[in-house]
């Protein structure tokens, strides 16, 4: 006779809102050690199956709450739990902060010495968190138009115009940042031509990306008639290649992010005739919770105040399948 293999039990959870009970869809839930992270599905419910006895802490996370950990021991039976989340209370300054930032101690921001700061850093990247587990879990692919107004090429011409459309996919975003490497030959729609890597939502938890940036909470501002918070971000002084500087905007009451408004430091050092260059993004929910860039627009000063703009915009969206149930 062959002895019966051990098998491992259920463990079963809701998370909620503190204040209100209400179930918290899609925040991320994680087992450790050994288990992979997850979302919660529509009512804020989550499984993990199998689970071997013994001690693990529970990490749970959703934008615009505080975060969560707890120990559990898993035992002989299944196990049910209950997790409240308690939003994000942050006290912002009382007017805009302006005027360029030195960065000379570049890392996320200390908790213990600027709290307000280090929880809107926090939910900047719980954005990314979130883009990044959507990416790895339900792959997908997306469309954008693409329209690029050059300078006319003689006197009294119309500007040139051109239209097409750049296919590309949840992995492509998951580049990772590489100090001096912000311009580079470009591939695929881009070959042949000299690229900017402006970041993505992805690169923002990018620890590569974190500790060559400084980061500054500059509070309210108002950006195309509405309010947001505002974190700025500058690269650190001992950078001397080309990399960005810039600004997120966060919604005020969800966290999540809305635009980033970003610069191009240096562009004369790898760009000739550059004299700057500058890119706002906007973003978009495309499943509840979690955003993508939704329209770009890059605006490349040359000499003689002649500006070239390149735009894009999001067409379409296709999942590799469902996410969760849609």
């Given at each position: 006779?062959?002895?019966?293999?051990?098998?491992?039990?259920?463990?079963?959870?809701?998370?909620?809102?503190?204040e209100t009970g209400e179930?918290?869809?899609?925040?991320?839930?994680?087992?450790?050690?050994?288990?992979?992270?997850?979302?919660?599905?529509?009512?804020?419910?989550?499984?993990?199956?199998?689970?071997?006895?013994?001690?693990?802490?529970?990490?749970?996370?959703?934008?615009?709450?505080?975060?969560?950990?707890?120990?559990?021991?898993?035992?002989?039976?299944?196990?049910?739990?209950?997790?409240?989340?308690?939003?994000?209370?942050?006290?912002?300054?009382?007017?805009?902060?302006?005027?360029?930032?030195?960065?000379?101690?570049?890392?996320?921001?200390?908790?213990?010495?600027?709290?307000?700061?280090?929880?809107?850093?926090?939910?900047?990247?719980?954005?990314?968190?979130?883009?990044?587990?959507?990416?790895?879990?339900?792959?997908?692919?997306?469309?954008?138009?693409?329209?690029?107004?050059?300078?006319?090429?003689?006197?009294?011409?119309?500007?040139?115009?051109?239209?097409?459309?750049?296919?590309?996919?949840?992995?492509?975003?998951?580049?990772?940042?590489?100090?001096?490497?912000?311009?580079?030959?470009?591939?695929?729609?881009?070959?042949?031509?000299?690229?900017?890597?402006?970041?993505?939502?992805?690169?923002?938890?990018?620890?590569?990306?974190?500790?060559?940036?400084?980061?500054?909470?500059?509070?309210?501002?108002?950006?195309?008639?509405?309010?947001?918070?505002?974190?700025?971000?500058?690269?650190?002084?001992?950078?001397?290649?080309?990399?960005?500087?810039?600004?997120?905007?966060?919604?005020?009451?969800?966290?999540?992010?809305?635009?980033?408004?970003?610069?191009?430091?240096?562009?004369?050092?790898?760009?000739?005739?550059?004299?700057?260059?500058?890119?706002?993004?906007?973003?978009?929910?495309?499943?509840?919770?979690?955003?993508?860039?939704?329209?770009?627009?890059?605006?490349?000063?040359?000499?003689?105040?002649?500006?070239?703009?390149?735009?894009?915009?999001?067409?379409a969206i296709t999942f590799?399948?469902?996410f969760l149930g849609r």
């Amino acid at each position: 006779m062959f002895a019966q293999q051990p098998q491992g039990v259920n463990l079963h959870g809701t998370v909620v809102a503190a204040e209100t009970g209400e179930p918290l869809a899609f925040s991320i839930v994680a087992l450790r050690p050994g288990l992979n992270e997850q979302f919660t599905n529509e009512t804020g419910a989550f499984t993990f199956t199998d689970v071997a006895t013994g001690t693990y802490r529970l990490l749970v996370r959703q934008i615009g709450f505080a975060p969560a950990e707890t120990t559990l021991v898993i035992a002989a039976a299944d196990l049910r739990v209950r997790i409240a989340l308690g939003r994000v209370g942050v006290e912002l300054p009382p007017i805009t902060v302006t005027g360029e930032l030195t960065c000379i101690q570049p890392g996320p921001p200390d908790p213990a010495v600027t709290p307000a700061l280090a929880a809107v850093f926090d939910q900047l990247i719980e954005n990314a968190r979130r883009y990044r587990l959507l990416a790895d879990s339900f792959p997908f692919g997306f469309a954008l138009e693409r329209t690029s107004h050059g300078p006319p090429l003689e006197l009294g011409q119309r500007p040139d115009l051109q239209v097409d459309t750049i296919l590309q996919t949840s992995a492509d975003e998951r580049r990772r940042y590489r100090p001096g490497a912000i311009i580079e030959w470009g591939t695929g729609s881009w070959r042949g031509r000299r690229i900017v890597r402006l970041p993505a939502l992805d690169q923002f938890a990018d620890s590569a990306f974190v500790h060559n940036h400084c980061f500054r909470l500059a509070g309210r501002d108002t950006l195309l008639g509405e309010t947001f918070i505002r974190l700025d971000f500058e690269p650190a002084a001992r950078l001397r290649s080309p990399d960005v500087a810039g600004a997120a905007y966060l919604d005020l009451s969800s966290y999540q992010l809305r635009y980033t408004r970003v610069s191009l430091t240096r562009p004369e050092r790898a760009l000739r005739g550059v004299l700057g260059l500058v890119a706002t993004t906007r973003f978009r929910e495309i499943v509840p919770g979690i955003v993508l860039h939704d329209y770009v627009r890059a605006v490349t000063t040359l000499p003689n105040q002649v500006e070239r703009i390149e735009e894009q915009r999001l067409l379409a969206i296709t999942f590799a399948r469902p996410f969760l149930g849609r």
